[in-house]
């Protein structure tokens, strides 16, 4: 039993930094916007949140600073693709790059060192105790205790799912996406809806951030996020940017996530790692399975 | 060409002249800084020698990435099938024996069949199942990495060191040197010409070309797109596989942990700032590298931290391609008004 509920909580810390960076890949999918750049904010996100946490010594001030990093990646995104209109696929890349550099340099600048940096000083983000349900055996110990961060996406999915397909204004967001010109036609800009698309994304990353760097474990590394941002794309384009879709796909991941640290016992922990990315492969190949289906 | 040199020159200054802020901001001085950086790949014959040593595996991922994406193919998977090649020269280097002029060769071709290996089971899945090698190939770059790590670790590990790594290859696999010059450059030309060649004059390259400029056009015009897609891929891994073999016969000659780390990458900035050009990526492949065998002697001589680099060619990558992006748009607009003056006069 405590392995199920190992695996089970497991999944859900796996799930959790790919279904928050893929929810902000939604919306910009939705908007229209071919947006690679999430694995770079995830990262300055992750970054920024070790760095607030330990120099201002409080976790929300680190959630906050990790938010601001990720919004800054997030408004050059904007200056360039919209504004300057440079190709979203190059603007994305060299962000991404631009992250794991500017992340790294700073990590020397900063804190002295090469690598990674950890530190007693750095304040995690506290794990939430719900007292009453914390009681029930086996589901108390899964539906309580989790990271903040975790209820807090929990929340994010249905707000998401609220925000684009029942609000005026994610009419407006997915008709960017959808047709652009008649969008433009009716007075609304599309460009103010692409920049807002990508504002949210970046909030969205940069709590995906925090919670790699202050949730799931409590330092910065280099390069951290290890592709995490590319399975989270992946997922958006399996289900299309459907919020609960990502969901149930992020679990899926996680859940391989979860099975590679129990795998561990078994095979050398190289090939444990690779779980994810096979997994996301996998995925994919059902996915064009299925579309073919449907085209036939 | 001209305009694309112009803007590229601008682009570069402007974003130098942008990390010069960023150092100014930190408190360092960008004019000694920037002095150090190319005083130690430029100046003198040993830096240029380590530059253009450097420069070989950039260059190649760079090619490689060129030749994809202008041929329609987004084969972002460099750095997997560059750890792929880098493996099998090797293993090749570890357990054959054969004189230079047999095994030098032997090798090299071992480096190709293993990156296109990689970017053939890409190639595969796209062909069966229809999936993107957009993100394939990325997912495949994170099997590549701990797939080399594990091999490295544990059936090719050396047991006289402590960190992961392989003992050395047979001595004939070492790429000869002469001076400060290794033999690596002599390789990267004649591919380059090879590529060039194969790329800009043969029927097989205009197909490619075609193809990725349009490829509704390409298949009316009777291109066997999805055979072309196919070889394009098989090819550049091979391009990609060969500059991981470079790197293991010309610098450590064995495989360490971390090999090649960034070489693929940067390939794919170079290529995205080149425009896919393929004698924009050569001489951008020689800037980046001049950049980054400075980064070292930046360092001692500054205090820059050498990762500096990484962040001033992200700078660079964005600033070019935006500048140009911009400059054709001013361009086009001043052509107009131009044209409406001829036609109001």
Same mark, same amino acid.
């Given at each position: 039993?405590? =392995? ?5 909580n497991g999944?859900?810390s796996g799930?959790?930094?790919i279904?928050?960076?893929a929810?902000g890949g ?6 229209g916007?071919f947006n690679i750049?999430?694995e770079g904010?995830?990262?300055e996100?992750?970054?920024f949140?070790?760095l ?5 010594h409080?976790?929300?001030l680190g959630?906050?600073?990790a938010?601001?990093g990720?919004?800054v990646?997030a408004?050059i995104?904007?200056?360039?693709t919209v504004?300057?209109?440079?190709d979203e ?6 962000l ?6 500017s992340?790294?340099?700073?990590l020397r600048q900063i804190?002295?060192v090469k690598?990674a ?5 750095i304040i995690?983000i ?9 009681k029930i055996?086996v ?9 903040? =961060? ?6 994010a ?5 609220y925000?684009i397909f029942k609000?005026r204004?994610?009419l407006?967001?997915?008709?960017a996406? !959808?047709?652009a010109p008649?969008?433009d036609?009716?007075g ?5 809806m692409r920049?807002?698309s990508l504002? =949210?994304?970046?909030v969205?990353c ?5 919670f790699?760097?202050l949730? !799931?474990v409590t330092?910065f590394s ?9 399975i ?7 289900v299309?940017?459907n919020p ?5 796909i992020?679990?899926v ?5 979860g ?6 016992k078994?095979?050398p922990?190289q090939?444990?790692s690779?779980v994810?990315y096979?997994?996301t492969l996998?995925?994919?190949y ?5 579309k073919r289906?449907?085209l036939? | 060409?001209? *305009?694309?040199?112009v803007?590229g @020159?601008l682009?570069i ?7 010069a802020?960023i $150092?100014l901001f930190?408190?360092y001085?960008?004019?000694?800084t920037y002095?150090a950086l190319?005083s130690?790949?430029?100046g003198?014959?040993?830096p240029?020698?380590?530059?253009l040593?450097?420069?070989v595996?950039l @260059?190649?991922t ?7 994406f202008a041929s329609?193919?987004v084969?972002?998977g460099?750095?997997?099938q ?6 099998f020269?090797?293993?090749?280097g570890l357990y054959l024996?054969l004189?230079?002029g047999?095994?030098?060769?032997l ?5 190709m069949i293993?990156g296109?290996?990689?970017s ?5 899945l796209?062909?069966l199942?229809?999936m ?9 770059n $994170?099997?590549?990495?701990f ?7 544990y059936?090719f590990f050396d047991?006289s060191s402590y960190s992961?790594?392989t003992p050395?290859i047979d001595?004939?696999?070492?790429l000869p ?8 450059i002599?390789?990267m030309?004649i591919v380059?010409v090879a590529?060039w060649? +194969? ?6 390259g205009?197909?490619w070309?075609?193809?990725?400029q349009?490829?509704?056009?390409a298949?009316?015009g009777?291109c066997?797109?999805?055979?072309n897609?196919v070889?394009?891929m098989l ?7 060969l500059?991981?073999?470079l790197?293991? $016969?010309?610098?450590?000659?064995r495989?360490?942990?971390?090999l ?5 990458w940067d390939?794919v ?9 393929l004698v924009g990526?050569l ?13 070292l002697?930046?360092e001692?001589?500054?205090a820059?931290?050498s990762e500096? +680099?990484?962040?001033?060619q992200?700078v660079?990558?964005l ?6 992006g911009?400059m054709?748009?001013v361009?086009d *607009?001043?052509q107009? *008004? ?6 109001t006069a």
């Open positions: 039993m405590n =392995i199920f509920i190992g695996l089970i999944m859900i799930a959790t930094p279904l928050l960076a929810l939604a919306f910009t999918y939705y908007a916007i750049a999430m904010m995830m990262l996100g992750a970054f949140a070790v607030g946490s330990y120099y201002l409080s976790w929300p959630i906050l600073c938010v601001v990720a919004m990646m408004l995104f904007i200056l360039f504004y300057l209109k440079t696929f190059v603007t994305g890349i060299a991404n790059l631009f992250a794991v550099g992340t790294t340099y700073m804190f002295k690598g940096f950890s530190d007693p000083g995690p506290p794990q939430i105790h719900i007292p009453l349900i914390e055996p589901v108390g110990g899964i539906l309580s205790g989790q990271n903040l =961060i975790v209820y807090l996406t929990v929340i999915i249905f707000v998401s799912m925000v609000t204004f994610g407006r967001l997915r008709a996406g !959808y047709n008649s969008l036609s009716s609304v800009k599309t460009a103010t920049i807002w504002v =949210i994304c970046g969205l940069g709590f995906a951030g925090a790699l760097s949730g !799931y330092l280099e390069n951290m996020t290890a592709g995490r941002g590319w989270s794309l992946a997922a958006v384009i399996l299309n940017g609960g879709g990502i969901a149930l992020s679990l991941f996680g859940f391989t996530d099975v590679g640290l129990f795998l561990q078994y095979l922990n090939f444990t690779m994810p096979l997994a996998v995925s994919l059902f996915y064009s399975i299925q289906k449907k036939i | 060409m001209s *305009k694309k040199f803007s @020159i682009g200054l402007a974003a130098l002249i942008l990390g802020l $150092m930190q408190g001085n960008p004019i000694t002095g190319f130690y790949s430029l003198g014959l040993y240029l020698a380590i530059t040593r450097n420069s595996p @260059i190649l760079g090619l490689s990435a060129s030749v994809a329609g193919p084969n972002l460099q750095p997997g560059l750890l792929i090649g880098a493996l020269a090797t293993v090749g024996h004189p230079a047999f095994m030098i060769p090798l090299l071709i071992l480096a293993g296109a290996l990689w053939g089971i890409a190639a595969l796209r062909r199942f229809s993107d090698e957009f993100i394939t190939t990325l997912m495949l $994170m099997i590549a990495d797939l080399t790590y594990w091999a490295i670790s059936p047991q992961p790594m050395q001595k004939a696999g070492w040197e002469f001076g400060n010059f290794n033999s690596n002599l390789i030309v380059f590529v060649f +194969i790329f800009k004059r043969l029927t097989a205009y197909e070309r075609m193809t990725g349009n490829s509704i056009f298949r009316l009777g066997k797109i999805d055979k897609y070889t394009v090819l550049t891994g091979a391009l990609a596989g500059a991981g073999g790197v293991v $016969m010309a610098g450590p000659h495989f360490l942990k971390g090649g780390a960034n070489y693929a390939g900035m170079i290529a995205m700032v080149a425009n896919n050009d990526t001489l951008y492949g020689l800037f980046f590298s001049s950049l980054q065998s400075g980064a002697g930046m001692l001589i500054t820059v931290p500096f +680099i990484q962040v001033l992200s660079i990558v600033v070019v391609v935006a500048g140009r911009v054709d748009v361009m *607009k001043l107009i *008004k131009r044209k409406a003056r001829e036609r």
